[in-house]
């Protein structure tokens, strides 16, 4: 199976931060690579998809990259209501896995 | 509007059994597919199985393999896991998530419904 290794675990940071997530496969994942938030009570959502891809209806303000076995998902300017959990994905092999999550908090 | 609802979660006895269904609608779920997710109290989300839209390729986590069975009826609109031999390790909010296909993100979710695995 793939590992996906996800950090920080936890994140502090304050209104108009800039956040870096960061995620690493233990094998090639060709973009397969998916990021989502979820907050507390809530179910999953979406953000990025394939990389790199907006899902629609969320703020430009994120943004994901990478490639190969490493993906990093970016929140420019940090609102109030993105103090969230954010879990990557690969959906690149039979067998999906998901990052063990990083917790962003207000600083 | 795609609306995913899981039902069937509660409380069960180690060994036991439990069936949980999720309707979908909004949606031409017939060529979707779809998976389960599922959440341990104050843990990460584990993949935890995928239906193909037609039944046809089915997989599972290591850690469910021969315990649960996911199955689909198109003509329902429902996705079910059957799930037996329930172990304490299994408690966890349970999601169904619609699988978008391309690029096989989950890109709609239903409120997830506990399961509770407890003597």
């Known amino acids: 199976d793939i590992q996906m290794t996800q950090s920080p675990s936890s994140l502090s940071a304050s209104i108009g931060d800039r956040v870096t997530i960061s995620c690493r496969a233990s094998?090639?994942?060709?973009?397969?690579l998916n990021w989502y938030q979820q907050k507390p009570g809530g179910a999953p959502k979406v953000l990025i998809y394939?990389?790199?891809n907006l899902q629609s209806g969320v703020p430009s303000r994120f943004s994901g990259s990478g490639s190969g076995t490493d993906y990093t998902l970016t929140i420019s300017s940090l609102q109030p209501e993105d103090f969230a959990t954010y879990y990557c994905?690969?959906?690149?092999?039979?067998?999906?896995?998901f990052g063990q999550g990083t917790k962003l908090e207000i600083k | 509007e795609v609306q995913l609802v899981e039902s069937g979660g509660g409380l069960v006895k180690p060994g036991g059994s439990l069936r949980l269904s999720c309707a979908a609608s909004?949606?031409?779920?017939?060529?979707?597919?779809m998976n389960w997710v599922r959440q341990a109290p104050g843990k990460g989300l584990e993949w935890v199985s995928f239906?193909?839209?037609?039944?046809?390729?089915?997989h599972y986590a290591d850690s469910v393999k021969g315990r649960f069975t996911i199955s689909r009826d198109n003509a329902k609109n429902a996705v079910y896991l059957q799930m037996s031999s329930l172990r304490v390790e299994d408690t966890a909010v349970y999601y169904c998530?619609?699988?978008?296909?391309?690029?096989?993100?989950?890109?709609?979710w239903g409120q997830g419904t506990l399961v509770t695995v407890s003597s």
């Open positions: 094998q090639s994942i060709n973009n397969y």
């Open positions: 909004g949606f031409s779920f017939n060529t979707y597919n």
């Open positions: 994905h690969q959906s690149y092999s039979t067998f999906d896995t």
């Open positions: 394939g990389a790199s």
């Open positions: 239906i193909s839209s037609g039944s046809t390729y089915i």
């Open positions: 998530a619609r699988d978008e296909g391309g690029w096989r993100d989950f890109d709609h």
